[in-house]
C-alpha cells in the first residue's frame, strides 16, 4: 500500500509538472492596460513595458500626510489608468487586475520599510459583498501576500454598518460622520490574541477623503493592534463632495 500511495504521490508530481510547463510555454499573457501581449519578465508579468512606463506612480512620495495618527502609504496617482483600472476591478469583474498592481504595492512595502506581522483587507458590509460578489481589497491584500509572504487575516475586522457609495456624499465631513462607527473588531477572532501589541498593514484600494481609512484604522488601533495603512492610490488633490464643487464652480 506504501508503495502504491509513493507511486500515486510520484504521478500527481508529474502530471503538476508537466501542466506548469504547458502553462508556460503555451500561454501568453497580456497586458492589463491595453490588452496587448507581455514579453516577461517584468516587475509585473501582466503589464507591458509601453504601459509600465505610463502608471502614475507616486515615486519617493508615496509617504501621505493626512491628518491621522496612522502612517499611511499610497503607490499610485489615482491618475490615468488607474482610475479605468479600479473601476474595472471593483465594478466589472476584473479580479485579475488585483494581481497585476499586487507586485507594485509590495515594491512601496519594501522600498518605504514597511515592517507588519499581517495584512488586513478594508472589509466590506456584507450587503455591498453579496451585491459585488467580492472585495476587491480582500483580493490585493491575498496578492500582496503571496509577493510578500505575510498571512491575511480577513475575520477579525468587520464593517457593521452599510453607508451609501463615497461618490453620494455631499461633503467629506459628511463621508466621515457616516463612518464614524462603521467597523468593528471580533475580540472572539482568532487572530486577536496573536495581533494585539503587533503591526498590521491595512490595505484599500482607493484613498480619497480618507475616512474609510481611518475608520477602519481607529477600530484596530481601539483593540491594541498598531496599524500602517496602504492604498493602492490616492491623488495629491483634496478631496471634494458634490456640493463643495459646485460651491466653488460658483
Same mark, same amino acid.
Given at each position: 500500500m506504501r508503495d502504491r500511495r509513493s507511486h500515486l504521490v510520484r504521478s500527481d508530481s508529474l502530471r503538476?509538472?508537466?501542466?506548469?510547463?504547458?502553462?508556460?510555454?503555451?500561454?501568453?499573457?497580456?497586458?492589463?492596460?491595453?490588452?496587448? *501581449?507581455?514579453?516577461?519578465?517584468?516587475p509585473s508579468p501582466a503589464v507591458c513595458l509601453d504601459c509600465l512606463s505610463s502608471l502614475p506612480f507616486r515615486m519617493d512620495r508615496e509617504r501621505i500626510g493626512w491628518g491621522e495618527p496612522w502612517p499611511l502609504f499610497a503607490t499610485f496617482y489615482y491618475r490615468d489608468p488607474l482610475p479605468r483600472l479600479i473601476v474595472s476591478l471593483k465594478f466589472a469583474g476584473r479580479t485579475?487586475?488585483?494581481?497585476?498592481?499586487a507586485p507594485f504595492l509590495y515594491r512601496t512595502v519594501k522600498r518605504c520599510h514597511i515592517d507588519v506581522d499581517?495584512?488586513?483587507?478594508?472589509?466590506?458590509?456584507?450587503?455591498?459583498?453579496?451585491?459585488?460578489?467580492?472585495?476587491?481589497?480582500?483580493?490585493l491584500a491575498e496578492m500582496l501576500?503571496?509577493?510578500?509572504?505575510?498571512?491575511?487575516?480577513?475575520?477579525?475586522?468587520?464593517?457593521?454598518?452599510?453607508?451609501?457609495?463615497?461618490?453620494?456624499s455631499r461633503t467629506a465631513e459628511e463621508r466621515r460622520r457616516h463612518l464614524a462607527d462603521a467597523f468593528q473588531v471580533d475580540p472572539r477572532a482568532p487572530a486577536m490574541n496573536h495581533l494585539r501589541g503587533r503591526h498590521v498593514?491595512?490595505?484599500?484600494?482607493?484613498? *480619497? *477623503?480618507?475616512? *474609510?481609512?481611518?475608520?477602519?484604522?481607529k477600530a484596530l488601533a481601539g483593540a491594541g493592534i498598531g496599524v500602517i495603512c496602504l492604498a493602492a492610490a490616492s491623488d495629491k488633490e483634496k478631496y471634494l463632495g458634490y456640493e463643495e464643487v459646485l460651491a466653488d464652480w460658483t
Open positions: 503538476s509538472l508537466i501542466r506548469e510547463h504547458f502553462i508556460d510555454f503555451y500561454y501568453q499573457p497580456y497586458c492589463a492596460v491595453c490588452g496587448q *501581449t507581455v514579453q516577461p519578465p517584468l485579475d487586475l488585483a494581481e497585476a498592481l499581517a495584512l488586513i483587507p478594508v472589509p466590506l458590509h456584507r450587503k455591498r459583498f453579496v451585491e459585488r460578489g467580492y472585495n476587491q481589497a480582500a483580493l501576500g503571496a509577493e510578500s509572504g505575510l498571512p491575511v487575516v480577513d475575520r477579525l475586522l468587520y464593517r457593521k454598518v452599510h453607508t451609501s457609495r463615497q461618490s453620494e498593514l491595512l490595505i484599500d484600494d482607493v484613498l *480619497t *477623503t480618507g475616512a *474609510t481609512l481611518a475608520a477602519a484604522a
